[in-house]
């Protein structure tokens, strides 16, 4: 057999590895303000250039344009820049927690705020939201108690989930926050699932996704695509591209020649392309698929165009596998800041008036982490009884339950 013709694998590359200048040159992102804001009954064969866009709202001197500017009254701009600023102070906080041991892991979700505060405030609290580990910002943004946050991360006698849960697992029903799964993508199918009995029961709430850009290399996205496509179930699938899984790039879960947006064209499924980093862009585009779930028009896909400033968790350290500086660099900048810039050219912020607002949200932070920490950290003696670990689960425990719960003689 000739060997003229022999294979080769494609094994898609980064622009920039650590030690390297950042490289942004291969984007081309449309003007803010340019992208047009079509009726919520738009079909989705109608859409499929927004799949390749960027809805933009915010220019880069804090200025909102065009036709997706939402044309929130100042007092809801400030209370979405309090809560973004309260998750990073929040962030800050339990990262250097886990680093003195107080536990055993955390993830932030530096740069990537708007998206989860933003979408927080435009759903209701009785829909049901789906998140991935790096949506903290939709609890915070509930104004959930972030010592109950706290209480959890550390798995003391206060936590809610009773030290089942890995730290950040948060659940809170009556605040329409499903119980996260470690298990990447395992929420999608759930949301479409829950979303499609709502739909079933003629009921009018909405259900909402989040997962990252790796995640959507798993089956169960596609799965999930499938059912809320068909169905027509109310869901938004949100996929935040933060450009990285732990220490693969974004092309490597198949971002490299189209968008993950581009994968509802693929499904028959209304796509839109966000930047993640633009409060206003993201809060205009979760109305419109909002409002369109709510019409029976079927789910939205949206990418949320953004960039994981910090590591993965705090298992990782980036510096293997990027340019040190390549966060400082991102051409569509930090979400906080430009947020901060057009409540200040609206005339309706100041730059005192932010740091009185840092300042506070550090202080809430503390106070919430001493009254946290009298509950006890990781490793507190007795925090959690061992008979607990059979509760719970089971509204009549199984036989062998009850033989190793008699082992254990607890
Ligand atoms: C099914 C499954 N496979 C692998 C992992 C290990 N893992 C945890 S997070 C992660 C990266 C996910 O990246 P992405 O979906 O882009 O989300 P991000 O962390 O960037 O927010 C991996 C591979 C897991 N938790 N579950």
Not at 297 to 309: C, K, Q, S, V
Request: charged share 25%; aromatic share 10%.
């Amino acid at each position: 057999m000739s060997r003229k013709n022999a294979l080769d694998l494609h094994i898609p590359a980064p622009n920039a590895r650590p030690g390297d200048k950042p490289d942004f040159s291969g984007w081309t992102f449309p003007e803010p303000g340019d992208t047009p804001r079509p009726d919520i009954d738009v079909s989705p064969s109608e859409l499929r250039d927004y799949a390749y866009g960027l809805i933009r709202v915010l220019d880069m001197e804090g200025n909102a344009l065009g036709a997706w500017a939402p044309h929130l009254d100042a007092e809801t701009l400030r209370r979405g820049l309090k809560y973004m600023i309260l998750t990073r102070a929040f962030d800050d906080r339990m990262y250097r927690a886990q680093r003195q041991g107080k536990t055993s892991f955390y993830m932030q979700s530096f740069g990537e705020e708007a998206i989860s505060v933003a979408q927080s405030m435009v759903l209701s609290p009785e829909d049901m939201c789906f998140p991935s580990y790096r949506q903290q910002g939709l609890l915070i943004a509930r104004d959930y108690p972030i010592v109950e946050m706290m209480n959890q991360i550390y798995s003391n006698k206060r936590d809610p989930m009773r030290g089942r849960q890995l730290p950040v697992m948060y659940s809170s029903k009556k605040d329409g926050f499903f119980t996260i799964s470690g298990n990447l993508a395992t929420q999608v199918p759930q949301a479409v699932g829950w979303a499609m009995a709502s739909a079933y029961s003629g009921d009018v709430r909405i259900a909402a996704t989040w997962l990252g850009d790796g995640s959507t290399a798993e089956g169960d996205f596609h799965a999930a695509m499938t059912f809320a496509a068909v169905y027509r179930a109310p869901v938004i699938i949100n996929v935040v591209n933060n450009q990285y899984a732990i220490s693969s790039f974004q092309g490597i879960a198949g971002g490299e020649n189209t968008t993950f947006a581009a994968r509802g064209v693929g499904y028959g499924m209304a796509p839109l392309r966000v930047d993640g980093n633009d409060f206003l862009a993201v809060y205009a585009v979760t109305q419109w698929a909002a409002e369109r779930a709510r019409a029976n028009l079927g789910p939205t896909l949206i990418e949320h165009f953004t960039y994981r400033g910090g590591p993965h968790s705090t298992s990782d350290d980036p510096s293997r596998y990027r340019p040190a500086d390549e966060g400082r660099s991102w051409p569509l900048g930090d979400p906080l800041e430009r947020l901060k810039q057009h409540l200040i050219s609206i005339g309706e912020w100041s730059d005192e008036q932010h740091r009185a607002a840092q300042e506070a949200a550090v202080e809430q932070v503390r106070e919430a982490g001493r009254e946290a920490e009298k509950e006890g950290v990781l490793g507190t003696e007795g925090a959690h009884p061992a008979q607990s670990m059979f509760e719970d689960v089971y509204k009549e425990m199984p036989w062998h339950l009850q033989e190793q719960r008699k082992q254990l003689e607890v």
